[in-house]
């Protein structure tokens, strides 16, 4: 028991030394390039810890009912660090500081306490973990009242959406006399009207968490007054946790056809509703926002599955989805800088041509043109709801998800344009953002090359 608690929560302890490392390097006023350092090689570390416990097909109940290691854990967590890596290395030349990188990884720390829990009160702890350095996040080195504005709205929403999961929690407790998560599961297949409140408030607070429509009030205000490298982390790793808490919940549960039809409806609205804005948008990260509500729409399509594909597609989607993310973010800030005015891309392919074919790349992925990684992740999400009967469903959001192409095209024109209409601001040289970039991009090419992966490993093929 001791052993597990050690060594199958190890990437947790790391994570949670290397806070309390960071606080002790501040105060001593040590050279902030030392937390640069050991932030990414502390990321790495806990990355290869979770993938020798997969090499091995580690598993252990650490504590009954409450955290679980297995390989869905182990995976899902991989790819948490392997984000956050990346989004590290981005940030290196941009926001290095001891706060940032104290903030970044308490909520790391948290996804991981969703990731490995088979119960709810480490799962509530860890999504407050995850969301409340967001806040601060978004303040840090801004120097803008839009920033607080968009922070307030973020905490104001996310408080409703935990109040909203703990009244769920209440009425899941009252029904089982336990707050086990496969309780939960087995209450919502017993049906009834106090599981089924339950379940809406449950389900409600992490769509509002990851702003699917109509719950995405917070996300345009916010994503657009953060800086950019925070901007990435909100719409890549968080919305990744809160999707892949959600699938912690519900793994491969069936769920009625009332619940599917809701979920469904709700999936489509947020690809239609997310696109069409998205359309008129003028600066980047307020359009990277309504893209994410699309996005969200994709994945909570996956929730509609019945084969118990469910887990394997949107492990993929989620990871293609917040790594391109991640290097868009980057690409953009290499040629526009922290103006995120879409103007600045005017022409841009002729003074930083590389930077411009991978920003490209990666909002073509985003769109969903094969033979990109988006395109396999929306493919398998597809394949996973039209195996489940839900043909007409599919056939309405396939619609949808090509609106989105219009102005994911139009980044791509503008970039490839003759000449500049907006002058183009002089970037510094970033070393740090450009490391991100190349490693985004290989963890890209990567998934596309091997579609395969995450049923590989989850399937102990790996």
Not at 310 to 324: G, I, M, P, S
Not at 337 to 364: C, M, Q, R, T, Y
Not at 429 to 435: L, N, R, V, Y
């Amino acid at each position: 028991m001791a052993t597990d608690l050690l060594y199958g929560l190890l990437a947790e302890h790391i994570l949670l030394g290397l806070i309390l490392v960071l606080m002790l390097l501040e105060l001593l006023g040590i050279d902030k390039r030392a937390g640069n350092v050991l932030f990414i090689l502390s990321l790495a570390a806990g990355a290869a810890t979770l993938g020798l416990q997969l090499s091995q097909g580690y598993e252990a109940s650490i504590v009954a009912n409450e955290i679980r290691i297995d390989r869905f854990a182990e995976i899902s967590r991989l790819v948490i660090l392997s984000c956050g890596i990346i989004l590290g290395v981005y940030s290196l030349t941009t926001e290095a500081c001891y706060k940032y990188w104290i903030l970044i990884a308490s909520s790391l720390l948290g996804a991981l306490i969703i990731l490995d829990s088979s119960g709810f009160i480490s799962l509530f702890m860890g999504i407050e973990i995850l969301s409340l350095p967001g806040f601060a996040l978004m303040i840090l080195k801004s120097g803008n009242t839009s920033a607080t504005e968009g922070s307030f709205k973020y905490l104001l929403l996310s408080s409703v959406a935990t109040a909203l999961v703990l009244f769920g929690l209440s009425l899941v407790y009252g029904s089982t006399g336990t707050l086990s998560i496969s309780a939960f599961t087995s209450a919502i297949d017993a049906g009834g009207v106090q599981n089924l409140a339950a379940s809406v408030m449950i389900l409600s607070g992490f769509f509002l968490k990851a702003s699917v429509f109509p719950f995405h009030g917070w996300a345009p205000d916010a994503y657009s007054s953060a800086r950019l490298p925070v901007t990435a982390f909100l719409a890549s790793i968080v919305k990744a946790a809160v999707v892949l808490g959600l699938v912690r919940i519900l793994a491969d549960t069936t769920l009625n056809p009332e619940a599917v039809t809701v979920i469904a409806l709700l999936s489509i609205l947020s690809l239609f509703y997310g696109n069409i804005t998205a359309i008129h948008q003028t600066f980047f990260k307020r359009m990277l926002a309504y893209s994410s509500i699309a996005h969200a729409g994709y994945m909570m399509f996956a929730l509609t599955d019945n084969t118990g594909g469910r887990t394997e597609a949107l492990l993929y989607y989620v990871a293609v989805y917040a790594v391109t993310t991640i290097t868009a973010c980057a690409c953009f800030s290499i040629l526009s800088g922290e103006n995120d005015s879409l103007d600045n891309l005017d022409g841009a392919f002729k003074n930083h041509p590389l930077a411009s074919i991978l920003l490209s790349l990666s909002v073509l992925s985003l769109a969903g043109i094969p033979p990109l990684p988006g395109f396999l992740g929306k493919f398998f999400i597809f394949k996973t709801v039209i195996a489940s009967g839900h043909l007409v469903p599919a056939v309405i959001a396939f619609v949808g998800s090509y609106i989105g192409v219009f102005f994911y095209l139009g980044i791509v024109l503008r970039i490839f344009k003759g000449e500049q209409t907006a002058e183009q601001p002089k970037t510094a040289c970033q070393a740090g953002t450009w490391g991100g970039i190349l490693l985004g991009s290989a963890t890209l090419a990567m998934f596309m090359v091997a579609p395969g992966v995450f049923h590989w490993i989850m399937t102990g093929m790996m």
